[in-house]
């Protein structure tokens, strides 16, 4: 039988091991062309039962994630950090997702004493860290920081929709898909998206979003 989902092996581990205090970090929006790279640390209340279903938040339908979302907040302990365009643009996006994971732990209202990290990179922190590869598929609290982040990112996406309708920020959430190009070449690009990604820079530098792509330049 299959394995049905992220459990709490990594945590429990870390408790045996003498950790009182185990948060789960993971983040979500590296691959898009707009908006920001959120961060999310989540400590569950130990005395509390985790809900269920929790799993890796691209497995998970939207509204699913929106009830989670809900259910972790009542249930554990969350710190959210933030990296906008500007620091992407200006860092580069790994360091950009390492900064934000680090704010998203200090943004706890407790220190934890290990953070499980998804992926092989792990921002400075003073507490003790391991890196999971996959962490979101196998860590309770890594799949639930998971979720908490994008389902935060996704309503900023929202939000900023609002503010540039042209985008369709609310449907593909800043990913490059189509849709999205088309804006691009048409509006050109907002201040929200990452001027430092390649076909965003290709669009400014000569008016088409890929070199074998020409088309008419943006007015």
């Not at 933030?82 to 580069?92: G, L």
């Amino acid at each position: 039988m299959g394995k049905r989902g992220p459990d709490s092996k990594f945590e429990k581990a870390a408790i045996a091991r003498g950790a009182t205090v185990v948060c789960g970090i993971d983040e979500a929006g590296c691959g898009p062309w707009a908006g920001p790279v959120v961060a999310a640390a989540v400590i569950f209340d130990r005395s509390k039962k985790a809900p269920r279903g929790i799993n890796d938040s691209k497995l998970l339908e939207p509204e699913v994630r929106e009830k989670l979302f809900g259910a972790i907040h009542e249930r554990a302990m969350v710190g959210i950090g933030i990296a906008d365009v500007e620091r992407i643009d200006r860092d580069n996006i790994l360091q950009a997702r390492l900064w934000a994971m680090q704010q998203a732990v200090l943004s706890l209202a407790a220190s934890p004493c290990i953070a499980l990290v998804d992926g092989d990179r792990a921002p400075a922190l003073s507490c003790a860290i391991e890196t999971i590869v996959e962490g979101d598929r196998k860590s309770l609290s890594i799949a639930a920081a998971s979720i908490i982040a994008k389902v935060t990112r996704d309503r900023i996406m929202v939000a900023l929709h609002e503010e540039y309708p042209d985008y369709g920020f609310a449907q593909h959430k800043g990913y490059g898909t189509p849709e999205h190009q088309g804006a691009l070449v048409k509006f050109g690009p907002s201040p929200h998206h990452r001027r430092s990604w390649a076909p965003i820079r290709c669009l400014l530098e000569t008016g088409a979003l890929f070199p074998t792509a020409p088309v008419n330049h943006f007015s």
